[in-house]
């Protein structure tokens, strides 16, 4: 079956630090989106791809999140500096037409 | 802007009953309309969805839902759960390309728990 993959899994790092989270997408499907998921917030769009180019990233702390698509299999979600706020667990999901399809996700814990 | 209410954090069923979750949304126009579920550790799964047609929709394990738009509800229901049923759904409403999935928001969810 196809499927979205996500690595890692599990990142716990220390306040500070630079976290990179990335995202292979079902090979063919046009979009990409990164959620990040909290008890507080609950579901939360940080950013999505069309065809590779960024076309809405107004979710996303601007200052310290970055989003990029250096090609169509792989997806970044960067986070430099990293806070402990930035703590939960971020969602990648690729999608074509009304398909849409979630990662596993990457649990991301910063102390 | 668009907005999705899950009235129901917990549930506790017994197995063998009926389920019926609670969504009402607010949007302009006819919304695309989803519910999706979420196992532990796992990401999020489509079990239905509504875009337009027949309002009673049918989806996957068993679930149907329901679009009344006097409501505005999209209320999810199943006449008789299984063990594996429990998990966490989430009601969602869709706006925009790709059948509302370039905007998609999502209610809080409710979660679901299971008794013998």
């Known amino acids: 079956d196809a499927r979205v993959t996500q690595t890692p899994r599990h990142k716990v790092t220390e306040m500070g630090q630079e976290v990179t989270m990335r995202c292979q997408p079902i090979?063919?499907?046009?979009?990409v989106f990164w959620y990040r998921q909290t008890m507080m917030q609950g579901l939360e769009l940080l950013a999505y791809?069309?065809?590779?180019?960024?076309?809405?990233d107004s979710g996303m702390p601007k200052d310290r999140f970055s989003a990029e698509m250096p090609d169509a299999t792989l997806a970044t979600l960067k986070i430099q500096p990293s806070e402990p706020r930035d703590s939960a667990v971020y969602f990648c999901?690729?999608?074509?037409?009304?398909?849409?399809?979630f990662g596993s996700g990457t649990q991301l814990s910063v102390l | 802007a668009q907005s999705v209410t899950q009235p129901d954090i917990h549930i506790t069923v017994s197995e063998g009953a009926s389920l019926e979750l609670r969504c009402n949304y607010s949007y302009g126009a006819t919304p695309y309309l989803f519910w999706y579920v979420q196992s532990p550790g796992q990401g999020l799964q489509l079990l239905l969805k509504?875009?337009?047609?027949?309002?009673l929709v049918q989806g996957i394990k068993g679930f149907e839902a329901e679009f009344k738009r006097s409501q505005s509800s999209f209320n999810l229901r199943k006449p008789s759960v299984h063990w594996s049923d429990a998990a966490e759904y989430f009601c969602?409403?869709?706006?925009?390309?790709?059948?509302?999935?370039?905007?998609?928001?999502f209610g809080t969810g409710t979660r679901l728990t299971i008794i013998p």
């Open positions: 090979l063919g499907h046009n979009t």
């Open positions: 509504y875009f337009s047609g027949d309002t």
């Open positions: 791809f069309r065809n590779r180019a960024p076309l809405d």
């Open positions: 969602a409403v869709g706006a925009g390309s790709n059948f509302g999935n370039e905007k998609l928001t």
């Open positions: 999901a690729s999608g074509l037409s009304e398909k849409l399809f």
